[in-house]
């Protein structure tokens, strides 16, 4: 199966603007996020997905491919929907967050190999085990609960599954975590990412402000693969600053 990892990139960010430029290790924060990509074996080719002339050109001047979308975008994965639908000989399209530039090239990978090892599936996406209270508890944080069989059950900002017996009681481990984080980065069989695209938001994805309940709701199964931790995504200046401090240190894995 062919594989194409598309990341969605915009200047606008409420929280921290002209994100993907930032610039303090000597090269902008989209092109970490393509050296990231870059570690994972399963991925034939990794596009950026902009609608802003400043990212494609920072993207382009580094090696890398750009594709310009529209600006009225309302989430990521419609941006990625948009390339998506150019690319007619792939098979799977993995939806990875422009930025988190240090996602491991494995987790990558599992997302590919979930959708191929079940073929009845069309979506797949990841978590780690919650072993933070304070994670556990904060809505910007979401959980989700899974079946025996790794299929999601749901996703929510409130801490779910519910604790009615303090798990204290039996100590906090990844084995036995307070539940399961989520993970934003998707991986999709093309036709149903471009199906999906079409369908408006459900009244639960509304609720919760999660588009993957819209797939839920719908009765469509997502396959949750379980990585040992998560990757730190950069959403504020302090993000940012401890990003360049790792860095610095040697402590980001290069491309």
């Known amino acids: ?17 002209g994100k993907p430029l930032l610039s303090e290790t000597g090269r902008p924060l989209i092109v970490h996020v393509l050296d990231a990509a870059a570690r994972a074996r399963r991925l ?68 590919v190999d979930l959708l191929a090892d079940h073929p009845e599936v069309p979506m ?14 904060d809505p910007s944080c979401v959980k989700v609960v899974r079946a025996a069989n790794g299929r999601a059950l749901y996703f929510s900002r409130a801490p779910i599954p519910h604790h009615r017996d303090a798990p204290s009681l039996r100590g906090v481990t990844p084995e ?9 980065i998707y991986a999709y069989r093309r036709e149903f ?29 997502i396959l949750v693969g379980v990585v040992p931790e998560r990757s730190v995504g950069i959403d504020t200046p302090e993000d940012y600053r401890r990003f360049v401090e790792r860095w610095r240190a040697g402590r980001v894995q290069a491309a």
């Open 1 to 17: 199966m062919k594989t194409v990892g598309i990341i969605p990139a915009r200047y606008a960010s409420t929280r921290l603007p």
């Open 44 to 111: 034939d080719q990794v596009i950026v997905a902009t609608d802003d002339l400043r990212i494609a050109q920072a993207v382009t001047d580094h090696g890398g491919r750009a594709v310009l979308t529209r600006s009225d975008h309302p989430t990521g994965s419609d941006r990625v929907a948009e390339v998506a639908a150019q690319l007619t000989e792939v098979d799977l399209i993995v939806n990875l967050q422009g930025d988190e530039p240090e996602v491991a090239g494995a987790s990558i990978d599992l997302l």
């Open 124 to 137: 797949a996406t990841l978590a780690a085990p919650i072993v933070d209270r304070a994670v556990y508890d």
């Open 176 to 184: 036995h975590p307070w539940g399961l984080l989520h993970i934003g």
């Open 193 to 221: 990412l471009l199906g999906l695209a079409q369908v408006p938001p459900s009244p639960l994805e509304e609720t919760e402000k999660l588009e993957q309940l819209r797939v839920l709701e719908a009765g469509h199964p």
